[in-house]
């Protein structure tokens, strides 16, 4: 599948040349493709950007959050581009580690050993001995809780990543 497009949506008046090349095995694993292009985009997005959107004090730590009840909620604060700056580094991590075998760096290599049996197709079984991963499953599961929250903050945020 290739994909054309032809005008910039904030300036129709302008060429855009983009050609996409899909293929089949692009699907496969979408969601590692998808990060790979999304990762270094957004990277690029909090380098060079000249503004933000208004951030939900829900979204960000509370060190962060907009706490004059008497000041417009979408008014500038002292903070107002640190929670956008939160949102964007917490959408980086999610993206990074979704290019990665982040999981693996739970697996600690000591731990016990033990035989497997493994049937080789043939009738014959034999004995492999094997070392048992230990998993630091605290901090995979921190760490999943991370990507789930950067992945739910891309969609709500989705709208506002220009420049």
Do not use: C
């Not at 699907?27 to 790979?36: F, G, P, R």
């Not at 004090?57 to 581009?81: G, I, R, S």
């Not at 080789?120 to 995979?140: C, Y």
């Amino acid at each position: 599948m290739r994909v054309h497009i032809g005008k910039y949506p904030n300036n129709p008046d302008k060429e855009r040349k983009i050609s996409v090349k899909i293929d089949k095995w692009d699907t496969w694993s979408m969601d590692h493709t998808l990060a790979l292009i999304i990762h270094p985009m957004l990277v690029q997005l909090k380098e060079t950007k000249h503004g933000g959107p208004y951030v939900d004090n829900e979204d960000v730590p509370e060190e962060l959050w907009n706490t004059d009840e008497h000041v417009d909620p979408y008014a500038l604060d002292d903070k107002y581009f640190d929670r956008w700056d939160y949102v964007l580094d917490e959408m980086i991590f999610t993206f990074e580690s979704l290019t990665k075998d982040w999981e693996g760096e739970y697996f600690i290599s000591h731990g016990e050993h033990e035989f497997v049996e493994h049937d080789d197709g043939s009738g014959n079984a034999t004995l492999n001995w094997i070392k048992k991963p230990e998993v630091d499953r605290e901090g995979m599961e921190a760490h999943g809780d991370r990507i789930k929250n950067g992945l739910r903050l891309f969609g709500k945020y989705y709208m506002a990543l220009w420049d």
